[in-house]
């Protein structure tokens, strides 16, 4: 056999095992190759989107922690503003019946000093009486002479 027989059998042969890969193997694999390079750009793009999601996510929730916070002052101001005002109530009704107290005490006291100058003033008229009997060395008639007793009664 000659050489050049051999080289451009093996380049016929050559030619058609290119022609049959180009035909029936290359296909295959460049589908394969497409596909996967097509779900690596959905993944990065899916991973894009899961990014920002996050991004948004937590921008959201930086957000409603701050709102809460914020809503919390709130709350915790009205509380203490209330609790205050619950305080200055309390002392009000405080001071209403301290001056209640006060004012039923002076009447307890006006009413005591009453009594106490009503028996002195029958006291009085007793040792008048008394006085009057030793002095006239007779007995006065407590029963004839009750309207001038207390008359007089009423003058001390």
Not at 29 to 55: N, T, Y
Not at 131 to 155: F, P, T, Y
């Amino acid at each position: 056999m000659n050489i050049n027989a051999t080289l451009i059998g093996q380049a016929i042969w050559f030619a058609l095992f290119v022609f049959f890969c180009m035909k029936f193997v290359w296909p295959p694999i460049s589908r394969a190759l497409d596909e996967r390079k097509q779900k690596i750009a959905e993944g990065l793009s899916a991973a894009d989107r899961a990014e920002r999601d996050l991004e948004l996510a937590q921008e959201k929730a930086s957000a409603n922690l701050k709102e809460a916070k914020d809503k919390a002052s709130e709350i915790i101001e009205q509380a203490n503003r209330r609790a205050n005002q619950i305080v200055e109530e309390a002392k009000d009704q405080a001071r209403t019946e301290g001056e209640r107290l006060i004012a039923k005490a002076q009447s307890e006291i006006d009413q005591e000093i009453n009594r106490a100058r009503e028996e002195l003033r029958k006291e009085v008229s007793a040792l008048a009486l008394s006085g009057a009997e030793k002095v006239l060395a007779r007995e006065v008639n407590r029963d004839s002479h009750k309207q001038l007793l207390d008359e007089l009664a009423a003058q001390l």
